[in-house]
């Protein structure tokens, strides 16, 4: 396409394209919907059963604590499953734009690599790796 614009005389234009393009590209991998979508199916999926199960209930199984119980439970695993999947979306773009701006490597190389890392990360990475202490009881 750039080609193009330059072989019609419009090469003014080439830097906008090539801006237009990082931006749709940076919005594809923000949104992450590859990954995130399947979990919201899943998710959509698991509150239509449970509504149907739900309403298939007399109002007596309704005022039971097991009934009850069933349902914010399981709806809680719907939204977590949904959540997740958000989470990690993210976390795969931040860790695709931390490899890109570190030669390549992943946040675990990032850090531990002497005079590339920066503080944070590897404060991070040390307490992650600290054992913790035994909780009294």
Known sequence: ANA??????????????????AA???????TAL???LPAVNAATSA???LLLWWDGLS??????PACKERLVMSMEAAVMLKQRAYIDGAL???DTSHATHHGGQDLGE???APGRSDPKAARRAKARS???PAKAV
Not at 4 to 21: E, I, Q, Y
Not at 59 to 64: A, E
């Open 92 to 94: 795969a773009v931040l």
């Open 130 to 132: 600290a054992p913790r």
């Open 59 to 64: 109002t007596i199984q309704r005022r039971k």
């Open 4 to 21: 193009a614009l330059v072989a019609f005389g419009v090469a003014v234009w080439v830097p906008a394209l090539l801006a237009a393009t």
């Open 47 to 49: 509150i239509t059963r």
């Open 34 to 36: 590859g990954e995130r």
């Open 110 to 112: 990032a850090a531990a």
């Open 24 to 30: 749709l590209e940076y919005h594809v991998a923000y």
